[in-house]
């Protein structure tokens, strides 16, 4: 294999779903790329958020894959906890990966909200873009989040867009409120 493709094929499998994140809908040949990346590198070690970044990297890119034992939080967490595990797995927060995790989080937009505002306080753009990537993806759901995202949104672009992982979670929520 080619350096230059090995390491696109490294880049796409550490991006994981994200890196059809900007796409409403993956084509084939994305779909191709992503099922090569996937059986070119192995999974990272075996824990609750990489089981999860797995299954979305297999779903993104159209492969059949079991959905985690487990989700990488209990229903008794505090809010933070919460949120931390929501951060790490803000590649999910998009609308083609709907799945069982989508469900436990459905329920607890408070926390998320809560967890979104304290990052936007303390100047933690890329937390609150996170955060707010799930908010967003519950307002699609129908799912009424007691933050206004907009606002919040607007925020991060004017003050967080200068870091890449926040412009990206940024353009995924405005591609969301599409």
Avoid: N
Wanted: with cysteine; charged share 20%; proline share 7%.
């Amino acid at each position: 294999m080619c350096p230059s493709r090995s390491r696109a094929l490294a880049a796409i499998r550490i991006l994981g779903a994200d890196t059809m994140a900007g796409a409403a809908l993956p084509g084939p040949d994305d779909r191709a790329i992503l099922a090569e990346a996937v059986g070119t590198f192995a999974q990272p070690g075996p824990d609750p958020v990489a089981d999860w970044q797995e299954w979305a990297m297999h779903r993104a890119a159209g492969v059949a894959h079991r959905i985690p034992a487990g989700l990488p939080f209990h229903a008794g967490d505090s809010w933070r906890t919460f949120a931390g595990a929501l951060v790490a797995l803000s590649a999910l927060a998009t609308p083609k990966l709907d799945g069982p995790l989508h469900d436990a989080v459905r329920d607890r937009p408070a926390d998320i909200a809560r967890g979104a505002t304290r990052a936007t306080i303390r100047r933690d753009h890329p937390t609150a873009a996170a955060l707010t990537r799930w908010l967003v993806l519950l307002q699609r759901y129908g799912v009424r989040v007691p933050l206004d995202t907009g606002l919040l949104l607007d925020h991060l672009r004017l003050l967080g867009c200068a870091d890449a992982r926040t412009a990206l979670d940024v353009a995924v929520c405005d591609r969301m409120l599409r």
